[in-house]
């Protein structure tokens, strides 16, 4: 197989992944907005596997560019435009960068509901433990029934 034809593939795989990438942001954000701890956790160890996949076909673009002492996929070009079907390789490039770039702002947004949802609920354990410092009750595990109000009888 040639390497442009292996890069034709590997660019498409990427785009492949970051479009799978890019639904699991979704849901991830729906999770967020929904608070629904098991699925998130369950959506970090997807996006783990999605990395490894990731790093997987970083490696095998890094092989070919070496080999045409390449840093990134514009200098690969740049080194084999004579070669009439590099315009296949500029437009998935294009499309992969396009994705990154949703990625990117999706990433931003998930990452700011998070912030958000963080400093609610900081907020409402602040105001919780005001409410109970300043009214020196302690309550059951339900937060229903002051404990010093109900009597204890225990015998042995």
């Known amino acids: ?5 292996r890069l034709k593939d590997i660019l498409s795989s990427f785009i492949e992944v970051y479009d799978n990438l890019l639904s699991v942001s979704e849901q ?5 907005v929904n608070v629904d701890i098991k699925n998130l956790m369950r959506i970090v160890e997807l996006k783990q596997y999605i990395g490894i996949k ?3 076909l970083e490696d095998e673009l890094k092989k070919i560019l070496n080999k045409y002492n ?3 996929i514009s200098d690969f070009l740049f080194v084999v435009s004579e070669n009439k079907s590099v315009d296949d390789i500029r437009v998935l490039n ?19 509901i998070t912030e958000e949802s963080v400093s609610f609920y900081n907020g409402l354990m602040n105001i919780y433990m005001e409410l109970f410092k300043s009214n020196n009750e302690n309550y059951d595990k339900d937060a229903s ?5 109900e009597s204890v009888s225990v015998r042995v």
């Not at 197989?1 to 034809?5: F, N, T």
């Not at 991830?28 to 967020?32: A, N, S, T, W």
């Not at 990625?103 to 990452?111: G, L, S």
């Open 1 to 5: 197989m040639s390497d442009l034809v």
């Open 28 to 32: 991830e954000r729906e999770y967020l």
């Open 54 to 56: 990731l790093k997987n």
């Open 70 to 72: 390449a840093d990134n």
């Open 94 to 112: 294009g499309m992969l960068q396009e994705k990154i770039n949703e990625f990117n702002r999706q990433t931003e947004i998930n990452r700011m």
């Open 145 to 149: 029934v002051n404990i010093k109000q």
